[in-house]
């Protein structure tokens, strides 16, 4: 089960789409990259429910690499609050672990369904979103980072995501984070969870039947190397040309291709018999 070329420029062009999105407008790519790596894998004939595991554990292995650069830049701006972030992450990382080992038990179509829903939403989320105005000063308290962390780390390792656009809304409204520092502490807390998550997927996915090549477990290194070898330099690019476009514009874009990928991926379109 080899990858076509239609695939390849498929994969190609989505790492660039969500590096240059993620450097624009500082939202991750996980929505875009599942489905594409989703539909990649099922067209060279690979079974739905292994398809659609492969695409979670290699999107966060993905996220790894980009939360890590990310971080670092955050950092220089004084931006990440380190105590907040390792204790969140290390929570969430013993979250995403348990998510990703409950996700190799789930069937594909619930997977599916639920990673679509949470597509949805987030979308839904980015549309009607407004920073709030905080005069309180953050949340210090472990045991909050903690119980939050656990929980949030589990949905993002059962929907295969780094869990930032989990964490943000948390830290902002329940922790009293400011927007800046939920932003740079939730890059820094996506290095963790992207590993505990992309582990555990590589763990549960080892020794199963069925997997295209170059995989170990659930990790596909093909599409990793293809995606992250983009997504990466196209960030910084994506980051340079934000003062230039019409950010507003634009993340009305993302999150139009937000609506469809949840509505594809739920299944509404076959459901309807539309070809798109």
Known sequence: M???????????????????????????????MVPVQFWALKSIGVDPTLAIRIAFGTNLLVVLPTALSGAMTHHKKGA??????????????IGAFVGAFIASQLPGKILTTVFGA????????????K?????????????????????????????????????IPIMVFALKFRMHQAVGTS?????????????????????????????????????????AGVSIPWAVVGASTAHLLPAKQ?????????????LKMIGVFAYLKLPV
């Open 250 to 262: 634009l993340k009305y874009l993302f999150i139009l291709v937000m609506f469809y990928m949840g």
């Open 131 to 167: 920073p709030p105005k905080i005069v309180e000063e953050p949340s210090t308290s472990l045991t909050a980072f903690i119980l939050w962390g656990i929980p949030l780390g589990i949905f993002s390792g059962i929907i295969g995501i780094g869990g930032g656009v989990l964490m």
């Open 2 to 32: 080899e990858m076509q070329a239609l695939q390849v420029v498929a994969l190609l062009l989505t790492g660039m789409g969500v590096g240059f999105a993620s450097g624009l407008l500082g939202v991750g790519g996980c929505f875009i």
């Open 80 to 93: 990440v609050l380190w105590k907040a972030g390792v204790t969140f992450g290390i929570a969430g990382a």
């Open 118 to 129: 949470a597509v949805l939403l987030g979308g839904i989320r980015m549309l009607t979103a």
């Open 187 to 227: 890059t820094a807390l996506m290095i963790f969870t992207a590993f505990g998550g992309a582990l555990s997927y590589m763990i549960n996915g080892w020794g199963i039947e069925g997997l295209p090549q170059y995989s170990t477990g659930y990790l596909n290194w093909y599409q990793w190397i293809i995606l």
